[in-house]
């Protein structure tokens, strides 16, 4: 429990940052995407972080019982995933990007879902246990 706790409480507040940016940002983070998918070797840069913030994850918490921690774990392999497929096949990468740059109402359903998410990592990781 207390690196689900310890994991969960670096995670939560940054999705709570990335969500609120994306939300308070709308206007500006299609043009940055844009941006984003012209540049491999920031696609690939980016994939390098990311497998390693996943493979850090897995590797102290590979836990597939008790409820919220599921989460922290499923995370972690996502962001293996995620940072494998930025690395070996950036061509498919910048295509996913650039789909939710197109689309407002996408972007605001993402800042929501990221926020929400984090808020509730946040909760877990530094509420008190009763």
Do not use: C
């Amino acid at each position: 429990m207390a690196y689900s706790k310890l994991i969960a409480g670096y995670i939560g507040p940054l999705l709570v940052a990335m969500g609120a940016a994306m939300l308070i940002n709308r206007g500006f983070f299609p043009r940055m995407i844009e941006q984003m998918v012209n540049d491999q070797g920031l696609i690939f840069l980016s994939g390098i972080l990311s497998l390693l913030a996943g493979i850090a994850i897995v590797r102290v918490h590979n836990v597939w019982t008790g409820g919220w921690r599921i989460l922290v774990t499923v995370i972690g392999w996502l962001a293996i995933v995620g940072g494998l497929v930025r690395m070996w096949i950036p061509q498919y990468a910048a295509p996913i990007a650039e789909t939710f740059a197109v689309s407002g109402a996408g972007l605001a359903v993402g800042g929501i879902v990221v926020l929400g998410l984090g808020a509730f990592l946040s909760y877990k990781a530094y509420a008190v246990d009763t």
